[in-house]
């Protein structure tokens, strides 16, 4: 049982447009919601995460958007570039124990 | 500061050999996590241990078995491989308090 759905399984998006991932939960015990970016070859790394006391999280180019009622959070990449051409996963934990449950990725490709 | 290590980076087992990944990690977290990445799956919990001297299943832990050496280390052994167990390994390591994991580099693993 997948505790978090992810889609699209890929993406393809032209330079400069605006990369949207989309992930769902069940459990409402999760307090702890991160996306993790990963290149080929290598293992994923943090890229933003957020808690649901808030709605909203940028940092630079990434914004999350978080809807608690809906269960339900995304990822934005506002003007896309060929760099960040890359393999996205959600995730999900809770509080103590801190098991991270991950969606099953997205394969974004920017064109240039 | 190295992060998390995984040695080896690259494995070619045949049915029923056995072998021991290791993991370990130099940022005194008290977590550590073993991963297994597949197509489509996205990464899928083998095994975690959230101190020294415990250590739980995750999603996926039959055939295998794990080993928190002590704060740094945390092995992950393949007692009879199958060729199901053809994966792309991830050790990862956190604090207890829900935040940030780090991953290692991965072992790709291949059993024929």
């Known amino acids: 049982q997948q505790q978090v759905k992810q889609s699209p399984q890929s993406l393809i998006v032209q330079k400069g447009g605006i990369s949207i991932i989309n992930c769902a939960y069940e459990n409402t015990a999760f307090d702890y919601f991160p996306w993790y970016q990963q290149f080929p070859g290598k293992g994923p790394a943090l890229l933003i995460a957020i808690r649901p006391d808030v709605s909203e999280k940028k940092e630079g180019r990434f914004t999350i958007s978080f809807n608690k009622s809906a269960k339900q959070f995304s990822l934005h990449i506002m003007d896309s570039q060929p760099g960040d051409s890359a393999t996205y996963f959600c995730?999900?934990?809770?509080?103590?124990?801190?098991?991270?449950?991950f969606g099953t990725g997205t394969s974004l490709t920017v064109i240039p | 500061n190295a992060g998390v290590t995984q040695t080896p980076k690259f494995q070619v087992l045949k049915t029923g050999q056995s072998m021991t990944l290791q993991c370990a990690q130099d940022m005194n977290h008290n977590s550590m996590y073993w991963y297994r990445q597949d197509p489509g799956m996205g990464l899928r919990l083998i095994y975690y241990?959230?101190?020294?001297?415990?250590?739980d299943k995750g999603e996926v832990p039959n055939g295998y078995n794990v080993s928190r050496l002590n704060k740094r280390e945390f092995s992950l052994r393949l007692e009879s491989a199958a060729p199901s167990q053809t994966s792309v390994y991830f050790c990862?390591?956190?604090?207890?308090?829900?935040?940030?994991?780090?991953f290692g580099q991965g072992t790709r693993l291949t059993v024929v």
């Open positions: 990862a390591s956190s604090t207890n308090r829900g935040t940030e994991a780090f």
């Open positions: 995730a999900a934990s809770r509080g103590t124990g801190n098991q991270f449950y």
């Open positions: 241990s959230a101190s020294e001297g415990t250590t």
